[in-house]
């Protein structure tokens, strides 16, 4: 085997490893596009299951808010001491 084959022969090899890196660039921008449409549209119904909870339980959510908020603060507050 002399120079110009072994030349030839990584010159094949490298237009086939560009073209499978080129395949798998393609693969992970479907997979990335595809996640992101997943999570756009579980954040949405989060959003709208949370609202509708809130607007059917408006005060259950208002008290549970204030008991969190007044244990929070009186956490906070005993660190001072």
């Known amino acids: 085997m002399n120079a110009n084959e072994l030349a030839g022969k990584a010159e094949d090899k490298t237009r ?3 073209q499978s890196a080129g395949k798998l660039k393609d693969k992970a921008q479907d997979w990335g596009e595809k ?3 997943k999570a756009k ?3 949405r119904d989060a959003a709208a ?3 509708s909870y809130v607007h059917e339980y408006a005060w259950t959510t ?3 808010v204030a008991v969190t908020a007044l244990t929070i ?7 001072r001491d």
């Open 16 to 18: 086939e490893l560009q």
């Open 35 to 37: 996640a992101t449409k």
């Open 41 to 43: 549209r579980t954040a």
């Open 49 to 51: 299951a949370a609202d």
């Open 62 to 64: 208002f008290a549970l």
């Open 73 to 79: 603060g009186f956490f906070l507050g005993r660190g």
